[in-house]
């Protein structure tokens, strides 16, 4: 069974761009959880969503959005971006919501902000 | 305010030692998870606990829900060891711990 992929792998940005990353999920997951990591602060939660809609939202401002589609796929977008946005963005799938369901990771997006 | 609080920050150890991390939290919760990050960035899942003890080949994990703490031990450390191991606990989203980074020196 094919693992979480995420696509781009790398990117780089300018100051004030936009970016949209994505997840693909293990098959058949329905639940997709959005991570931020970075030197200073470590991991952070981001969003997470299930059967297309937003479950859980961390403490991020509105530039960081994200979206998840019927085939479970999902997508978030940065706008406007800032130096501070450079950090690697993780996606982790997992079967549902509960309290059994283990969360599988991507290998990240690592995006820099220049 | 930290909600998850992990100790130590770093660990050198000698291959063959035995290893304890320890995290502690402050949020009620429904499950605690132990994840391993190697360098390079991917990050796996090791355990997740809601109550009691877990055991996979030499990694065990403990979780005391009155006291809101859990340990990590690694028995027999061993090289392929060496990676960052995170403490996460979910109420309703996750929190992070800050991470312990472990070398195990053969």
């Known amino acids: 069974k094919a693992g979480v992929t995420q696509t781009p792998r790398y990117l780089i940005k300018t100051r004030g761009q936009q970016v949209t990353l994505s997840c693909s999920p293990i098959?058949?997951?329905?639940?997709v959880s959005w991570y931020q990591q970075t030197p200073g602060q470590g991991l952070q939660f981001l969003f997470e969503?299930?059967?297309?809609?937003?479950?859980n939202k961390g403490n991020f401002p509105g530039r960081f959005s994200g979206r998840q589609f019927s085939n479970s796929r999902s997508e978030m977008n940065v706008s406007t971006l800032e130096l501070g946005d450079s950090a690697l963005y993780l996606c982790a799938s997992s079967f549902g919501l509960g309290l059994g369901d283990e969360q599988f990771f991507g290998p990240g997006t690592r995006l820099t902000v220049l | 305010k930290n909600e998850v609080e992990q100790s130590p920050q770093n660990l050198t150890a000698q291959e063959g030692e035995f290893i304890t991390i320890n995290c502690s939290y402050s949020?009620?919760?429904?499950?605690l998870h132990w994840l391993q990050q190697h360098p390079g960035g991917g990050i796996v899942s090791l355990f997740m606990?809601?109550?009691g003890k877990k055991k996979h080949g030499r990694l065990i994990a403990t979780i005391n829900i009155q006291e809101k703490h859990s340990s990590l031990h690694i028995t027999a450390s061993h090289p392929r060891d060496s990676a960052v191991y995170i403490c996460?606990?979910?109420?309703?989203?996750?929190?992070f711990g800050t991470g312990t980074s472990l070398t195990v020196i053969p």
């Open positions: 969503y299930f059967s297309e809609t937003q479950r």
């Open positions: 949020v009620g919760i429904s499950a």
């Open positions: 996460a606990v979910r109420p309703e989203k996750f929190y």
């Open positions: 606990l809601s109550s």
């Open positions: 098959s058949g997951h329905r639940s």
